[in-house]
């Protein structure tokens, strides 16, 4: 079972960062010239990346997707493009992605403001060990997508 809660952070070289296995953290998204910390789920299930709109910036309209969740089916409608950065990592770096829009708001007591799912996850090239309890966010010569 996947630690609810991040632990502490563990630096192994300047090129591989390691965090003790979580399955959310905290973020921050660059947003409309301001940080904001964001929940972050970081789900293997998901096949792609989600953001509420709260946190939202120039949504590119979609054809509609659908997404089974615990809770239920969601739809998203359109696409944007954040970035992100993942303290827990000790990796300077901004992350550039484009996510899947969620149109709920924070208000609405949504657990998590970002999903980070199987698209980011693997071209983060992020390790998820299960057997140590350790996720691995290798970080070659400082690049992130």
Not at 10 to 19: F, K, N, Q, V, W
Not at 49 to 66: E, G, H, K, R, Y
Not at 112 to 124: C, E, K, Q, W
Request: charge should be positive.
């Amino acid at each position: 079972m996947l630690n609810p809660h991040l632990r502490r952070a563990t630096r192994l070289s300047t090129h591989e960062r390691e965090i003790h296995l979580g399955a959310d953290l905290l973020g921050i998204v660059l947003h409309k010239s301001t940080k904001e910390t964001v929940r972050i789920l970081l789900d293997t299930g998901s096949s792609n990346s989600i953001i509420l709109n709260d946190f939202a910036t120039a949504v590119t309209p979609t054809v509609t997707s659908s997404w089974m969740t615990k809770t239920g089916k969601m739809t998203t409608n359109g696409v944007t493009t954040v970035k992100l950065i993942l303290p827990n990592f000790n990796v300077p770096k901004i992350i550039k992605w484009q996510f899947h829009v969620d149109s709920q708001n924070k208000i609405f007591n949504s657990r998590y403001d970002v999903i980070i799912g199987r698209d980011l996850l693997t071209a983060l090239e992020m390790v998820m060990d299960y057997n140590l309890k350790q996720i691995t966010l290798p970080c070659t010569n400082g690049h992130l997508p």
